[in-house]
T-cell receptor
Framework: NAGVTQTPKFQVLKTGQSMTLQCAQDMNHEYMSWYRQDPGMGLRLIHYSVGAGITDQGEVPNGYNVSRSTTEDFPLRLLSAAPSQTSVYFC???????????FGQGTRLTVV | GQQLNQSPQSMFIQEGEDVSMNCTSSSIFNTWLWYKQEPGEGPVLLIALYKAGELTSNGRLTAQFGITRKDSFLNISASIPSDVGIYFCAGHLTYGGSQGNLIFGKGTKLSVKP
């Protein structure tokens, strides 16, 4: 039972590069979300999706794009990486918007 | 934005001691969740609370959903070294533009001395 799978686990980017962080879940959850975790800041919501084809912005959406073409996948795209986007990124899924979320193992991103 | 105030920020305790941490907010929450995060890992769900006043246990862990729906606490009894980690509270708001979004506290870092 894989749960929520994130790839890659580590990534180093140069300023201005773009990349996509992958997230997949095998629990048939409708609700998926992306968070970033910075020291002393807890987890902050970047984007979320309540189902295939529907996405919305969270607390810190600038510099990130998402799409949800299938129930299983919710990739996060960095359009032009900046050092301020150095962080640990977590994808989560839940049965609905009001139930417990299950997290992936995270992607540690460094932008130089 | 909405905030959860989690305290304490960190705790240094002796093995065998009991631990208590809490989260408070000025907003009303539909759910309260408690997670534990170990280094290099994602948060792992410990306890989920869905009703005001609800008291739930998971082994040595006990959590309660405050009656006002604005707070929650987590207790750990007889701590052991593997309890080390960062504990996060989180909750779903009842209304507003961020309805359904999970709001996180900033975490309580627990250190246990054998």
């Amino acid at each position: 039972n894989a749960g929520v799978t994130q790839t890659p686990k580590f990534q180093v980017l140069k300023t201005g590069q773009s990349m996509t962080l992958q997230c997949a879940q095998d629990m048939n959850h409708e609700y998926m979300s992306w968070y970033r975790q910075d020291p002393g800041m807890g987890l902050r919501l970047i984007h979320y999706s309540v189902g295939a084809g529907i996405t919305d912005q969270g607390e810190v959406p600038n510099g990130y794009n998402v799409s949800r073409s299938t129930t299983e996948d919710f990739p996060l795209r960095l359009l032009s990486a900046a050092p301020s986007q150095t962080s640990v990124y977590f994808c989560a899924s839940s049965y609905s918007s009001q139930t417990e979320a299950f997290f992936g193992q995270g992607t540690r991103l460094t932008v130089v | 934005g909405q905030q959860l105030n989690q305290s304490p920020q960190s705790m240094f305790i002796q093995e065998g001691e009991d631990v208590s941490m809490n989260c408070t907010s000025s907003s009303i929450f539909n759910t309260w969740l408690w997670y534990k995060q170990e280094p290099g890992e994602g948060p792992v769900l410990l306890i989920a609370l869905y009703k005001a006043g609800e008291l739930t246990s998971n082994g040595r862990l006990t959590a309660q959903f405050g009656i006002t729906r604005k707070d929650s606490f987590l207790n750990i009894s007889a701590s052991i070294p593997s309890d080390v980690g960062i504990y996060f509270c989180a909750g779903h708001l009842t209304y507003g533009g961020s309805q359904g979004n999970l709001i996180f506290g900033k975490g309580t870092k627990l250190s246990v001395k054998p």
